[in-house]
């Protein structure tokens, strides 16, 4: 099996994906299943896993993820002076790229980090269930809000609307259920899915239940470093 490239731009080549639409789910998850210890994926990380998951944000257009994940990691904006936005810039991307939340509530604070220190507006894809006077509070404080649903969030319409904006390939870092809900919808194009050498014991998985029509994924590449198999698997 081929060693996971330590060179930025190999590492680049071995994830890069064709121009045009595409939408990749990135996990870590331990050998059992879980994707976190102690309420964090860091736990289950590795030098290896982090290069990876800098790779996988400086070759898409777009950061997708759910409140809950963003609210529990401490998400903040990809910024021009952090690790990612100078792979972004070495790798001949603009070095920012917005984050998308999702959140059928419209769960996003206006002095959260995401909203006060984005270089580029964050986007915050909801529905016109969520609170009318949230959503305009957000948009006062510079958010860009997506409409995309009535009582939920229409993932197919909020892509559409992403491309519709330049950003076509789309980072999706979760949370499960986030993730379920574009299985369900069918837009998943790629998991890009580490996996960690541990057992947890525990904890939440990559799915929150059992699929109805468990979709049918195709392996196009496994590499490994460190005992950790980094795999990207196509589930079109």
Do not use: K
């Not at 081929?2 to 121009?19: G, I, K, M, N, S």
């Not at 996988?56 to 021009?80: F, H, I, M, N, W």
């Not at 299985?183 to 998991?191: F, I, P, R, S, T």
């Not at 939440?204 to 950790?228: F, I, K, N």
């Amino acid at each position: 099996m081929d060693r996971l490239p330590r060179d930025p731009a190999e590492l680049a080549d071995a994830y890069r994906v064709p121009t045009g639409r595409h939408v990749r789910v990135n996990f870590v998850a331990s050998l059992d299943g879980a994707i976190s210890v102690d309420g964090r994926s860091g736990g289950l990380g590795s030098d290896g896993d982090r290069r990876v998951f800098r790779t996988l944000r400086a070759l898409s257009d777009a950061v997708l993820v759910g409140a809950g994940t963003a609210a529990a990691e401490g998400y903040r904006p990809v910024l021009p002076d952090s690790p990612v936005g100078r792979l972004r810039a070495q790798l001949g991307r603009p070095s920012v790229a917005p984050v998308v939340i999702v959140s059928r509530r419209a769960s996003l604070a206006p002095g959260d980090q995401l909203v006060t220190d984005a270089v580029t507006p964050t986007l915050l894809v909801t529905c016109a269930a969520a609170d009318a006077d949230r959503r305009t509070a957000l948009a006062s404080a510079g958010v860009e809000v997506l409409v995309c649903g009535e009582d939920d969030v229409d993932l197919p319409t909020a892509l559409d609307a992403l491309a519709g904006r330049g950003l076509e390939q789309v980072l999706c870092e979760g949370g499960p259920a986030l993730f379920a809900a574009a299985l369900a919808a069918g837009v998943v194009d790629e998991l890009d899915l580490s996996i960690a050498p541990l057992l947890v014991g525990g904890g939440p998985g990559l799915l929150p239940s059992a699929l109805p029509a468990p979709p049918r994924a195709e392996l196009v590449q496994a590499l490994t470093e460190d005992d950790v198999l980094f795999t990207r698997y196509s589930l079109r």
